[in-house]
Nanobody
Framework: QVQLQESGPGLVKPSQTLSLTCTVS??????????WSWIRQPPGKGLEWMGA???????YYSPSLKSRTFISRDTSKNQFTLQLSSVTPEDTAVYYC??????????????WGQGTQVTVSS
């Protein structure tokens, strides 16, 4: 069974770049037709899909975040990463990584990390 684990700093200063890593075990990020997504949930708000990287390496981004988001991967470590630039306090959220068999299937996917809290504050 695949397992995902987010890691990264819990506190980021405004205007800096937020960087998070999702480490995957129990399955390769290059195998099969899976999409590896980043999702976030600000306090008191719903889930927001940020973007994904496919097993092929192709990337997809939310239009609202595309200008600030970059998703990459390290296949040797079976990890994929999120970079969100020019952060503001509105980027404070719990950040999750997830695997799904379609670009929009993350919401019903059973393969999620536990989430990591990121706070943007000076």
């Amino acid at each position: 069974q695949v397992q995902l684990q987010e890691s990264g700093p819990g506190l980021v200063k405004p205007s800096q770049t937020l960087s998070l890593t999702c480490t995957v075990s129990g399955g390769s990020i290059t195998a099969n037709a899976y999409y590896w997504s980043w999702i976030r949930q600000p306090p008191g708000k719903g889930l927001e899909w940020m973007g994904a990287i496919a097993n092929s390496g192709s990337t997809y981004y939310s239009p609202s975040l595309k200008s600030r988001t970059f998703i990459s991967r390290d296949t040797s470590k079976n990890q994929f990463t999120l970079q969100l630039s020019s952060v503001t306090p509105e980027d404070t959220a719990v950040y999750y990584c997830a695997r799904a068999d379609s670009l929009t299937g993350w919401r019903t996917s059973g393969s999620w990390g536990q989430g990591t809290q990121v706070t943007v504050s000076s």
